[in-house]
């Protein structure tokens, strides 16, 4: 229900000088060594629409409620720089019909799209339709089922993306849905919010940045979905929201916003990025906002006059617990613990989140999870049991690099639970100039011989390794790269 109240408020409050404009949320996630989920709520709250992993980007299909399509990964892209995604709707009156994810009757399907960057700026989209199973629902299928999908539009030379859009040229491009039910973007020349008094702002040709929800515009920050039109008077580098408080982030400084007294309070100097409930330092270190004495909790079904909820606990463990209402919000202080599902949790994602009562409906009976050894499950709540759909594997490093008559001989170190071993080879230590890649599909094999290469050749060297889950090949990060030259 917040998202038909947030989507409804930000078709009012949001104008463009185009008609049938959409709407999004997400923040921007940017890629590193770790798996990384991009979800369709702002601050990683939410259903998780792909996960990025070494450059590696992957669509998560969901679980439909009727069983027949299951959870799993589908690969989009390699070589991702950063990524973001979210969901859009609108009612385009250009079309006279409704566009995906509201109608004039009720919200009812969702409308999932993936965004991101490659290094040479060029942004990729793709997007797919979900049925919500709602009473206005466009879509005559089951919840959970995807009704449609496809690639969106590809774009040049773009400098920021993020759940709003993409800024282009000081320019601000948000997504519609098409008349067929694809994805395209238009130009937002105007952002209208509501103060003591609806004031517009001339966005063309003034914004400098976007990010999560949010985009930059003559040195003003806005808040562009749901956010009850919130305008921050500073240029920020990052904003979001933990346990329903706001924080900005000015540089490397973070802050604790009033949004009544319009002040701030520093919280930290070596602000980097937000993850989920927290926030990632200069030094890569993560630092949680939760309240220590609190739980954040994922709603299952009615109970009495409580709940039944998922939620991690403080050491780590998801689990299925109930609790009561006190003070309109689940008072998960007092839960009781039904059933553990796993242990060493990093963070819990489902269907919609309420920062409010600290609960979620959950989508297709399922929801998803990561762990800290960098893999990502589903958890059914029909069959009780939890799939592992993507895993980060143990990466391994040279142990021997030794030259041979046009050839080298290389040794490594033996990971386990791993499918296999890449090694690849190149003239610089880019890995752009004559570079090849020899797979060894035994993961007891810890040494290999490459012949036919020049003589009195320089060659760069490095290894990984690869796990592969339901068909899919997942990387470990490549290990530093030792450099041997070949014999006569």
Request: aromatic share 14%.
């Amino acid at each position: 229900m917040k998202k038909v109240i947030s989507l409804f408020l930000a078709l009012v409050m949001l104008a463009t000088s185009v008609v049938g404009m959409g709407f999004s949320a997400q923040a921007q996630v940017k890629s590193n060594k770790n798996l990384q989920v991009i979800t369709d709520g702002d601050d990683g709250n939410g259903y998780p629409v792909a996960i990025l992993m070494d450059g590696n980007l992957y669509r998560v299909n969901c679980k439909s409620n009727d069983g027949k399509q299951k959870a799993k990964l589908t690969k989009l892209a390699s070589n991702v720089v950063s990524a973001s995604g979210g969901y859009c709707g609108g009612y385009s009156e250009e079309y006279k019909a409704g566009a995906v994810g509201y109608t004039k009757d009720s919200w009812s399907d969702l409308y999932f799209f993936i965004l991101w960057l490659d290094k040479n700026k060029t942004m990729h989209s793709y997007y797919y339709l979900l049925a919500g199973g709602g009473n206005g629902q466009k879509v005559n299928d089951k919840q959970g089922t995807v009704y449609k999908k496809g690639k969106g539009p590809t774009v040049k030379n773009v400098d920021k993306i993020s759940s709003v859009g993409y800024v282009k040229n000081k320019k601000l491009y948000v997504p519609y849905s098409t008349s067929d039910y694809a994805i395209s973007f238009r130009e937002m020349k105007v952002y209208k919010y509501y103060s003591d008094r609806y004031v517009s702002v001339n966005l063309s040709g003034n914004v400098t940045n976007t990010f999560g929800n949010y985009f930059v515009a003559s040195g003003k920050t806005y808040g562009a979905l749901g956010f009850e039109s919130i305008v921050f008077p500073y240029s920020l580098k990052d904003a979001f929201r933990c346990k329903d408080k706001q924080y900005i982030a000015i540089g490397k400084k973070l802050y604790l916003y009033n949004t009544d007294k319009k002040t701030k309070k520093l919280i930290a100097s070596d602000f980097a990025s937000h993850g989920k409930n927290g926030y990632y330092t200069t030094s890569g270190k993560f630092k949680s906002l939760k309240n220590k004495s609190s739980y954040y909790a994922y709603r299952i079904d009615y109970i009495d006059d409580g709940e039944k909820f998922a939620t991690v606990t403080k050491d780590k463990k998801l689990v299925i617990a109930t609790a009561k209402y006190k003070n309109y919000a689940l008072d998960t202080n007092n839960m009781s613990i039904k059933s553990t599902i796993a242990s060493n949790v990093k963070a819990l994602y489902t269907g919609d989140f309420d920062a409010n009562d600290l609960c979620a409906w959950v989508y297709s009976n399922s929801f998803y999870y990561t762990k800290y050894d960098n893999s990502f499950w589903v958890y059914d709540l029909n069959t009780k049991k939890s799939t592992c759909l993507a895993k980060k594997p143990k990466s391994s490093s040279i142990k021997t690099l030794s030259a041979k008559k046009k050839g080298f001989y290389v040794s490594w170190k033996k990971a386990s639970s791993i499918t296999g071993y890449q090694i690849q080879y190149a003239t610089n230590s880019k890995f752009t100039s004559n570079k090849k890649t020899v797979t060894v599909q035994k993961r007891s094999t810890t040494h290999k011989t490459i012949t036919k290469l020049k003589a009195k050749k320089k060659y760069y060297v490095r290894i990984r390794t690869y796990k592969t889950i339901n068909g899919t090949k997942y990387y470990s990060s490549w290990s530093k790269y030792k450099t041997v030259t070949t014999k006569r």
